[in-house]
């Protein structure tokens, strides 16, 4: 085997630690799983914060959030927001909200939260 292959075969072993580790620690908290999350309705799902940007949006500034549960990742867009405090890299939250699929995205428009310790 290449090294290329090795270092890709660790890379997904690694993946796979770190999903079933958000899955574990997500299951009792939410009762939808971001993969079963449904379109226009009203969902609830918990998740760890990925990725943090500001990108604009029709001139606006947006947060978008991406939160995974390890089973999929949704995307909380706070719209007129550069930063909002308590949410960064790492941390663990519930959101609530109307989901949307945007170009292959799972989408919450200005979401309510609940920032978990």
């Known amino acids: 085997m290449s090294r290329r292959e090795d ?3 660790a890379r997904s072993e690694r993946d796979d630690i770190d999903h079933a580790r958000l899955r574990r620690r997500f299951e009792p908290i939410s009762s939808t799983t971001i993969a079963e999350m449904p379109c226009r309705r009203h969902a609830q799902v918990a998740g760890e914060v990925r990725r943090l940007r500001t990108a604009p949006r029709n001139g606006v500034p947006a947060l978008e959030v991406v939160l995974s549960d390890g089973t999929g990742d949704a995307i ?7 930063s909002i405090p308590g949410i960064e890299s790492g941390r663990s939250m519930i959101i609530e909200g109307v989901a949307r699929d945007e170009r292959g995205r799972r989408v919450l428009l200005n979401p309510a939260y609940t920032l978990l310790a």
């Open 7 to 9: 270092a890709k075969r």
């Open 76 to 82: 909380a867009i706070f719209t007129g927001r550069r």
